[in-house]
């Protein structure tokens, strides 16, 4: 029988988390890319190892990977690869990294998984719902706003930190939610799995690998999802010319347009 595309992006997640695996806290070779960003073998040898999996159970997609760029033939179908979100924390031996696997298709994540190589769970979606899989079982995820923790996403530009800082300076934030900084997308996968109440990050989300399939694990969940003026985050509102305006995952309608509020009054500057 035929795998479906949920557990394609399955196995094809669980084999880069394999990889990354195999290679945490161990002498790993650097490969420098722009400014301070660098890659490992792992990174490579993980999208590597993806791709080979994409390629043999769906042959007729597009692939699009963070370290190998665009491959295959041109189809609607598109295969989104992030072999290692968190490669700084992977190379410190933090172990808070994850590999991503999402399937686009005419512009929308229809399919993916997140996996932490870590801890052994991988996230997955479908139309049949989101599940978090450890071994062979599958256990459907509930997001719950319990732990008052949001965490937010610090990378990027000194403009963008500022921002950032600014809203987690607000006293209705500080007040209310504890923040995390994790530097890696598992944080979304926190928020459906009902670990984290909330996950903000601005920047451009348009078939970004890094967020695919993040996104499409909460939606699926039943998170609200938006960019932070509460648009739908694939239509991506411009604040100005060429930037996009981020995106807010939460657990629930409550803590999204509490979130929702603050973000509007300190990052419309």
């Avoid at 808070?96 to 997955?124: C, I, K, M, Q, R």
């Avoid at 949001?150 to 990027?156: E, H, I, K, R, S």
Wanted: aromatic residues 4%; proline residues 4%; glycine residues 10%.
């Amino acid at each position: 029988m035929e795998l479906t595309d949920g557990r394609v992006a399955l196995a094809a997640a669980e084999a880069g988390a394999d990889v990354v695996r195999r290679y945490f806290r161990t002498p790993v070779a650097h490969h420098a890319k722009e400014g301070t960003d660098f890659a490992t073998d792992a990174d490579l040898e993980s999208e590597e190892t993806i791709r080979a999996v994409l390629s043999r159970l769906r042959p007729g997609d597009a692939q699009l990977g963070e370290e190998g760029g665009a491959s295959g033939p041109d189809s609607p179908r598109r295969w989104l690869i992030d072999p290692l979100c968190g490669t700084r924390n992977f190379a410190a031996g933090i172990p808070l990294v994850a590999t991503n696997v999402a399937l686009s298709v005419d512009g929308a994540v229809v399919a993916g998984a997140s996996a932490d190589p870590v801890l052994g769970e991988t996230y997955w979606f479908d139309d049949g719902g989101a599940r978090m899989r450890r071994g062979d079982e599958d256990t459907v995820l509930t997001p719950t706003v319990e732990s008052m923790m949001v965490d937010v996403n610090l990378d990027g530009s000194r403009e963008r930190l500022l921002r950032a800082l600014g809203l987690l300076g607000d006293a209705r934030v500080s007040e209310r939610f504890q923040i995390r900084v994790v530097s890696s997308t598992l944080g979304l996968a926190w928020v459906a799995a009902g670990r984290y109440a909330a996950y903000l990050t601005e920047g451009d989300l348009r078939d970004n690998v890094h967020f695919a399939a993040g996104i499409g694990l909460c939606r699926a969940a039943g998170c609200p999802v938006t960019d932070l003026d509460g648009h739908p985050v694939d239509t991506g509102q411009v604040d100005r010319p060429g930037r996009r305006r981020g995106l807010l995952a939460s657990a629930d309608e409550d803590t999204h347009a509490a979130l929702l509020d603050v973000a509007r009054d300190v990052l419309s500057v």
